[in-house]
């Protein structure tokens, strides 16, 4: 396995419009141990940074795109808007191949007021066909994260993929995230992880509802909060002990989501990662 770091790790930079991806690179490739990267869609700026000049940077780095992340929502009423979403996706998976990347990280979609769940959900299993097949024709597999109460919970995700019933669709297993529906990665894992195609190192701790920096309201009313990796309640190095076993040997991308400076956030979860997988490797 290989580490890679987010560019959600340090999105403040990205929305402060402070960094683009080059200085993203130059970070990561500087200041931490990743031997890879994560792109994501929505801070792709081809207008500003061609794909040439962030190949150069990774070159300069020693960095890999490891994955790119659309942030798609399938579960829009409109036909049109759902169109426009697949291509987010059908975009990802030619930054992808453009980098040589294997990966595009995709979402479900979130409840819309509305609109009923079933209806949703075929909308989801219906684009994630469409956007399937594209990637495929690419040699680019999907991963669909568990994320939001659409593909929040691991059967949820598991069904999804098996209705759309492709090679192109697989897991990207957020370890963090299971908290947020209630449910605990580790028995997650023993639902998704023969489909597990790109992995989430991410750390949460609960917190009391007083709690004054940025937080996430579980399914049951819990809040969680964002920690450097290994030093939240997640079981990170047993999560990634046991995906090893079962065979899983690509990238591990860090999503670093605490309170801390992002910069320094990132720098130290991607060393407790590196430190994880060296251990288990020795």
Same mark, same amino acid.
Not at 81 to 102: H, M, P, W, Y
Not at 239 to 267: A, C, H, K, M, P
């Given at each position: 396995?290989?580490?890679?770091?987010?560019?959600?790790?340090? &999105?403040?930079? #990205?929305?402060?419009?402070?960094?683009?991806?080059? /200085?993203? *690179? @130059?970070?990561?490739?500087? +200041?931490?141990?990743?031997?890879?990267?994560?792109?994501?869609?929505?801070?792709?700026?081809?207008?500003?940074?061609?794909?040439?000049?962030?190949?150069?940077?990774?070159?300069?780095?020693?960095?890999?795109?490891?994955?790119?992340?659309?942030?798609?929502?399938?579960?829009?009423?409109?036909?049109?808007?759902?169109?426009?979403?697949?291509?987010?996706?059908?975009?990802?998976?030619?930054?992808?191949?453009?980098?040589?990347?294997?990966?595009?990280?995709?979402?479900?979609?979130?409840?819309?007021?509305?609109?009923?769940?079933?209806?949703?959900?075929?909308?989801?299993?219906?684009?994630?066909?469409?956007?399937?097949?594209?990637?495929?024709?690419?040699?680019?597999?999907?991963?669909?994260?568990? &994320?939001?109460? #659409?593909?929040?919970?691991?059967?949820?995700?598991? /069904?999804? *993929? @098996?209705?759309?019933?492709? +090679?192109?669709?697989?897991?990207?297993?957020?370890?963090?995230?299971?908290?947020?529906?209630?449910?605990?990665?580790?028995?997650?894992?023993?639902?998704?992880?023969?489909?597990?195609?790109?992995?989430?190192?991410?750390?949460?701790t609960r917190v009391a509802g007083s709690y004054s920096g940025e937080s996430y309201e579980a399914l049951s009313g819990d809040r969680y909060a964002g920690k450097v990796l290994?030093?939240?309640?997640?079981?990170?190095?047993?999560?990634?002990?046991?995906?090893?076993?079962?065979?899983?040997?690509?990238?591990?991308?860090?999503?670093?989501?605490?309170?801390?400076?992002?910069?320094?956030?990132?720098?130290?979860?991607?060393?407790?990662?590196?430190?994880?997988?060296?251990?288990?490797?020795?």
């Open positions: 396995m290989k580490t890679s770091l987010s560019v959600w790790s340090c &999105h403040k930079y #990205f929305y402060d419009q402070t960094w683009k991806n080059i /200085d993203f *690179i @130059r970070f990561t490739g500087q +200041e931490t141990c990743a031997e890879g990267i994560e792109l994501l869609h929505r801070f792709w700026y081809p207008d500003t940074e061609s794909q040439a000049m962030i190949e150069r940077a990774l070159q300069q780095e020693g960095l890999e795109v490891a994955c790119v992340g659309a942030s798609n929502n399938f579960a829009l009423p409109d036909a049109a808007n759902r169109t426009e979403q697949l291509r987010q996706i059908t975009e990802s998976v030619d930054i992808a191949a453009g980098f040589g990347a294997k990966v595009v990280r995709v979402f479900s979609g979130n409840r819309q007021e509305g609109v009923d769940f079933g209806e949703a959900r075929s909308w989801i299993v219906e684009g994630l066909k469409t956007a399937a097949e594209y990637a495929g024709a690419r040699n680019v597999v999907l991963c669909l994260e568990n &994320h939001g109460l #659409f593909a929040g919970k691991a059967e949820q995700v598991m /069904d999804i *993929i @098996r209705d759309v019933d492709s +090679e192109a669709l697989r897991s990207t297993f957020d370890m963090g995230n299971f908290l947020l529906v209630d449910e605990q990665p580790g028995s997650a894992l023993d639902v998704l992880q023969t489909m597990v195609g790109h992995v989430h190192a991410k750390d949460f290994g030093e939240g309640s997640v079981d990170v190095r047993g999560l990634l002990s046991r995906l090893q076993t079962g065979g899983y040997n690509s990238w591990v991308t860090v999503e670093f989501e605490g309170d801390d400076e992002q910069r320094l956030g990132s720098i130290r979860s991607v060393e407790y990662v590196k430190q994880v997988l060296e251990s288990l490797n020795s």
